[in-house]
T-cell receptor, first 110, second 111 residues
Framework: EAQVTQNPRYLITVTGKKLTVTCSQN?????MSWYRQDPGLGLRQIYY???????DKGDVPEGYKVSRKEKRNFPLILESPSPNQTSLYFC?????????FGQGTRLTVV | KQEVTQIPAALSVPEGENLVLNCSFT??????LQWFRQDPGKGLTSLLL?????REQTSGRLNASLDKSSGRSTLYIAASQPGDSATYLC??????????FGKGTHLIIQP
């Protein structure tokens, strides 16, 4: 079954404490990306990766890092989270074909 | 920069009605357009994908059309059911930099 798996699903953390949200796909897609979803603003792209070791900024990259060391994994790293990064985060997989999304990670930074 | 607009923002109709959701985009140079469904607090479920060379796609009671030159797509839902209640999102892919989403249509089907 085609799957994009994110972990954790829910996370509450404190300002400044580094965290990583993992994302893994089993479809051998080269393209992966991260989005955040906020009320009134919709879904906005944070970072994307066209292949292993190839990453680029999306529309709202400030405060985030990513890495792509293997094709199946694309973790999102918040080095020093702040309250304005409280949001619902989605990982997606798939390039010029159908995009598949993970179930989301609800992050709260206090 | 691509902009995607969805109209209406919210819609409430009685069960059984046929309905149309609209999506417009400003840059017609797209690879594809995808319609998603999102239930409250949940992930995105892909409904239909239309490649730029296609005019429409159908899946069950859903039919999506694409008019790339005018920058429009519609999602037609036939014989609506309460289980269709959700937010419907339209997204276009213009290139390597990923999907641009509309803000969605919040649909309620009254039993």
């Amino acid at each position: 079954e085609a799957q994009v798996t994110q972990n954790p699903r829910y996370l509450i953390t404190v300002t400044g404490k580094k965290l990583t949200v993992t994302c893994s796909q089993n479809m051998n897609h080269e393209y992966m990306s991260w989005y955040r979803q906020d009320p009134g603003l919709g879904l906005r792209q944070i970072y994307y990766s066209m292949n292993v070791e190839v990453t680029d900024k999306g529309d709202v990259p400030e405060g985030y890092k990513v890495s792509r060391k293997e094709k199946r994994n694309f973790p999102l790293i918040l080095e020093s989270p702040s309250p304005n990064q409280t949001s619902l985060y989605f990982c997606a997989s798939g390039g010029n074909t159908e995009a598949f999304f993970g179930q989301g990670t609800r992050l709260t930074v206090v | 920069k691509q902009e995607v607009t969805q109209i209406p923002a919210a819609l409430s109709v009685p069960e059984g009605e046929n309905l149309v959701l609209n999506c417009s985009f400003t840059d017609s140079a797209i690879y594809n357009l995808q319609w998603f469904r999102q239930d409250p607090g949940k992930g995105l479920t892909s409904l239909l994908l239309i490649q730029s060379s296609q005019r429409e796609q159908t899946s069950g009671r859903l039919n999506a059309s694409l008019d790339k030159s005018s920058g429009r797509s519609t999602l037609y839902i036939a014989a609506s059911q309460p289980g269709d209640s959700a937010t419907y999102l339209c997204a276009v892919r213009g290139g390597a930099d990923g999907l641009t989403f509309g803000k969605g249509t919040h649909l309620i089907i009254q039993p």
